[in-house]
Each structure stands twice: as C-alpha cells, then as structure tokens.
C-alpha cells in the first residue's frame, strides 16, 4: 500500500464507524444551538443597548436651558459599539461594560455589564462557537485519533501494516493525512454552519479577511491536536491507554494551566485594585488645578498667566470669561492624570500578558484566544483603544461646553444658559475598531507560535517513526 491507498483506507475506517454519522450530527446540532444561544443573547443586549442610547441621546437634547457647566456635570453617555463578530467569540466584552457616562472632572469606568442582568445563570459560562471550537473540539480530535496506531496494536493488525519494504513513517503520514484532512473538513463546515445560522439569524455576513483569520487559527490549532494525538499513539499498547493519556493531557493544556499561569501573573504583576485606583486618581487630581476654586494656589497662578500672556491686569479686560477656560484646564490636567493612572494599569496588564506569553510556547490554547479574540474585535487592545477614544470624545465635549461658557458669559453677561440648540451642536462620538490588519499585527506572534507547535506537533510523530513497534 502506497501512501495514497493509507489515506484512502484509513478514512474508510473513519467513515465506517458506527458511531462517526452520530457524532458529526449532534456536533453539528451543539455548533448550531451554541449559534443560536450567543446570537440570541446579543440581539436582547442590542436591543437593550439600543434602547438605553437612545432615551440618554433623547435626555441629552431635550435637556432645559441651563449654565453649560451645569450640563458638563449632567454629562452624556456613550454606548460601545458591537463587534461584528462578538456572537462567535464574545471575548472580553462579556466582562466589561457597555456604558460610560462622560462627565466633567471624571473619568468613569464603563458600567452595565451584560452579567448584572442574568443574575440567575450569571456564573454560569457563556456558551458560544469560539467556546467548542477551543475547549471541545481538541476533545473530540483526541476520541477520533486516539486509536490510529494505539487501536492497530491493540487489533493485532499492526504488524500487517509493517510489512517488510514498507516505511513506518509512511504508515504515520498517511495516518496523519487522514486524520488530518478529516478533522480541518469538520472545522470548515463548522464554521460554514455557524456563519449560515447567524446570518439567518440576521447577523449579517463576516468580511472574508476576518473569516480567513478564523480559520487559519483554529485550523492550527486543531492540527496541533491531531498530531499530539498520533504521538500519544505511537507509545500506547491501547486505545483506552491512549484515551486517557490524551484526557489527562487536554484537561492540563485547556483547563488547568491556562488559569494557573494567569494566577501566577496576577500575583507577580499586581493590577492596583479600583478603590486604591479611584482614591489615587481623587488624591492627584486635588494636588492640580481646581477650576471650582479660584483662591486656589494654582488657580491664582493660572489667573496670572492668563493675564500676563494677554497683557492686562483684570479678568474683566480678557476676551473671554475666565473661570470657562480655567475649567477646560481642570479637565485636561484630569485627563492628564487619568491617562497616567491607565498607563499604570496598562503596563500591569502588559506585563501579566508577557508572562503569559512566556508560556504560550507550550500552550497552544492560550494562543488561540488570544487569536480568536483579535480576530473578532473583543480583545484587550481593542478594549483599551475604545476607553482611550471615550476619554479623548470626554474631554473634548467638556471642552465645547466650556468654550461656549467662556464665550457666553463675555457676550451676554451672567447668569448665561445655553439653549438645546446648544446641545445639539456638541460633537458626536464617533469610532470604530482597528483594522483587522492591524489587529493581527499586534498579535502575529500568537499566531507564529501556534504555526511552530502546529509543525511540531506534527513533525514529531514522523520523527519518532522509527520507535513503532507492533
């Protein structure tokens, strides 16, 4: 038998198990209901979502006239937009907010968390596609490879495919073939299926760029797994061996290691906690420019450089109503010492994310969500570049309102309001997710270090080739 006719008889095999129809029907039933589940559960919270931006937006417009700092305490919100494809890996987004009031002198962390409206089922996890793909999907790829050669030894047939003139690693390759090319024919379909139904359930279809990066991952991802497999095999006398060798080897890569190692960076790179973070950020914030305050220190000297650059020695001969540009200045030296409290957090979270990059090599799970979660546009980095976009669209609203506070006051005289004609001349926020080039820019390196496991992980069965015994 040459390697083509080993292919050919090995997906025989496969195909003839009884239990092969079965499985690839209640897989295709649990990637269908897992479509469902995710995409049933972002419509309600878009719909919430959609509902709660536009009685805010409403709110915001049809506030009454008032002092335009007034309506800078009152504030706006600003809703995140939803990945496109948040249904097929919701990523971080099932952590973190969807909400952030915009107000003057804060920076508030974003609130309504999808969470905190399941309280029911809330600790339960989220069910999605990303979800079987990498925790039960190496599962099955272990049940279906695990007997390739452990199930020959153990049937006395092995020693019939080791005929004399034929090479062992041509057996091995033409097992791997097999195994292989069935296993990336299920993850293919997989992700046909899951794509149809969400765009029958009115997801819409993803960009191609995006889909190709789905399945270049989890294609090496899975591949990683069939090899892994097949060497497991080449050692066991059998499949329940093998079996149980492979079990032991998904609960420690997928279940066990993952959350270790991010305890361990958690203990190693500290993230501050968010009471000691606020108390901070408060305490900086009274150590600058009060712009409530003007017999402060630094209010005084503010008043007096604003005099000296315009050349006069009363705030009445300014062009412009002092206090207005004094609480612009407040907010950008907030925003200031706000960036500097993120940049803090942000350095914690890079390094946790080094460390865990450390082990990555020998961990293709950990590279796969990460991956995943690029790919579709609910990753940290995306996270990150959403709050930063939120705080500068902050602290220029704030800026318009105080502009027109300034201008107001020295046009008209106090007490000065502004007009809804006001409010709806204040600037939109806008903003959308990095490019996916960009994305998978900042996380080549996940997908380099699963494409080197991936070529391990199938090199080493053909390396070990020699040690096949019958």
């Known amino acids: 038998m040459n390697l083509k006719s080993i292919v050919f008889h090995e997906l025989t095999c496969l195909f003839r198990a009884p239990s092969a129809l079965r499985s690839a029907a209640v897989w295709l039933v649990l990637v269908v209901a897992a479509t469902w589940l995710s995409c049933s559960r972002q419509a309600r919270e878009l719909s919430q979502q959609s509902f709660a931006e536009q009685s805010f937006s409403t709110q915001w417009a049809e506030q009454t006239a008032k002092n335009p700092h007034s309506a800078a305490h009152f504030g706006t919100w600003i809703w995140q937009p939803r990945a496109p494809l948040e249904w097929f890996d919701p990523g971080l987004s099932r952590f973190t907010g969807r909400g952030t009031q915009a107000e003057a002198h804060l920076r508030n962390a974003a609130t309504f968390r999808p969470g905190i409206d399941r309280p029911g089922v809330g600790v339960l996890p989220d069910i999605s596609p990303s979800t079987l793909l990498q925790i ?12 390739c050669l452990s199930g020959e030894r153990e049937r006395r047939t092995l020693p019939l495919l080791l005929v004399p003139g034929r090479s062992p690693r041509t057996l091995i390759l033409g097992k791997l073939l097999a195994h292989w090319s069935l296993v990336l024919t299920g993850l293919v379909v997989t992700l046909v299926t899951s794509v149809v139904t969400a765009a029958i359930l009115c997801q819409g279809w993803p960009d191609a760029a995006t889909l190709a990066g789905l399945v270049l991952g989890y294609a090496l991802y899975c591949t990683f797994w069939v090899g892994l497999s097949a060497t497991i095999s080449i050692f066991a006398n059998h499949r329940q061996t093998s079996l149980a060798l492979g079990f032991c080897t998904w609960i420690a890569l997928v279940l066990v290691a993952p959350r270790v190692l991010a305890e361990v960076a958690e203990r190693r790179h ?11 950020a408060r305490r900086l ?11 402060s220190e630094r209010s005084r000297q503010f008043t007096a450089r604003i005099l000296q650059e315009h050349g006069v020695t009363d705030e009445k001969d300014l062009p412009f109503y002092l206090p207005g540009v004094m609480m612009q200045a407040d907010e ?8 500097k409290k993120y940049g803090e957090y942000y350095e914690s979270a890079a390094a946790q994310s080094a460390l865990l990059e450390s082990w990555s090599w020998i961990n ?27 705080e500068e669209y902050r602290v220029a ?38 490019e996916v080039s960009k994305r998978w820019q900042a996380h080549r390196a996940d997908l380099a270090r699963l494409g080197a496991l991936a070529l391990l992980a199938i090199a080493l069965p053909l390396i070990l080739a020699s040690r096949l015994r019958p």
């Open 270 to 280: 500290p993230v501050e906690p968010a009471a000691v973070f606020d108390q901070d």
């Open 364 to 390: 293709p799970h950990m590279n796969m969500t990460r991956w995943s979660a690029a790919t579709t546009a609910t990753g940290l980095s995306v996270l990150s570049d959403y709050s930063e976009a939120v």
């Open 332 to 339: 950008e030296y907030g925003s200031k010492v706000y960036r």
């Open 136 to 147: 039960v999907a190496p599962l099955l790829v272990i049940l279906l490879c695990n007997g």
């Open 397 to 434: 609203l704030m800026g318009f309102l105080n502009d027109d506070l300034a201008r107001g006051v020295k046009a008209h005289g106090l007490p000065y309001r502004s007009s809804r004609e006001t409010w709806a001349r204040a600037p939109k926020f806008r903003w959308r997710p990095p």
């Open 285 to 295: 914030r009274r150590e600058g420019l009060d712009g409530h305050d003007p017999q």
